[in-house]
Structures are given as C-alpha cells and as structure tokens.
C-alpha cells in the first residue's frame, strides 16, 4: 500500500515562491506518474501539474504555467513542485497523486493514491 505525504506549505507574501515535497513509501515513484492537485475553499479540486513516469512529459493548467514546474528525484523518492511568483489566488490546499501503473493522465477521478494535503496560502 502506498502512502504519500506532502509537505513545504505555508505562509508567503505574493510574487513569494514555495517548494512543495511529495514523498512516497511502499512504491517508488520512478515507474508511475504523479499528479498536483489543488481544492481552495468553496471550490472543486482542480488539476495543476503532472509529470509522466519517466519524467519526459510534463503538463500544466493554464493558470500556473511559467510559474510553477513539477519534477521528479527518483533517487528520493519524491516529485517536488516548485511554485514562482505566487499569487493570492493560489491559496489551496495542495495534493499530490499518483496514477495506476501505465496510466497518464491529468484528471483527478483516474489517480488512485493521494496524499493528505498541504496548505498554501499567499497573502496580497
């Protein structure tokens, strides 16, 4: 059984930058894809970031490209998200995920294992 744990959140002043930690035990991420979710209060879950098993494939949601990029450290274990120029509106709690084996995808319902949440909040 996997377990994900993220970590990183906290409190920055906007255009501020934060380094979000995904961290498995009892599957390794280097052979699955990882996700980035996020769910700001009142709102549904969205989708932020994903990176495919092997690294080479990256996506985006439109609101935070060019300011945050998702990489893997498979030596670690774990996918980071590194987020830039911060905005009020990226207030969340952000969640990271990890798909089936084989599955690369960037909807929410197709990952099977999420971690508990960290928040991030920014301040104008």
């Known amino acids: 059984q996997v377990q994900l744990v993220e970590s990183g959140g906290g409190l920055v002043q906007a255009v501020g930058s934060l380094r979000l930690a995904c961290t498995a035990s009892?599957?390794?991420?280097?052979?699955?894809?990882t996700g980035w979710f996020r769910q700001a209060a009142g709102k549904e879950r969205e989708f932020v970031a994903h990176?495919?098993?092997?690294?080479?494939?990256?996506d985006y949601a439109d609101s935070v490209k060019g300011r945050f990029t998702i990489v893997r450290d498979d030596a670690e274990n774990t996918v980071h998200l590194q987020m830039n120029n911060l905005k009020p509106e990226d207030t969340a709690v952000y969640s990271c995920?990890?798909?089936?084996?084989?599955?690369?995808?960037?909807?929410?319902?197709?990952?099977?294992?999420w971690g508990p949440g960290s928040q991030v909040t920014v301040s104008s």
């Open positions: 009892g599957r390794t991420f280097s052979r699955y894809a």
């Open positions: 995920a990890v798909a089936p084996w084989g599955r690369e995808t960037i909807q929410s319902p197709e990952y099977d294992h």
């Open positions: 990176i495919s098993w092997s690294g080479a494939s990256t």
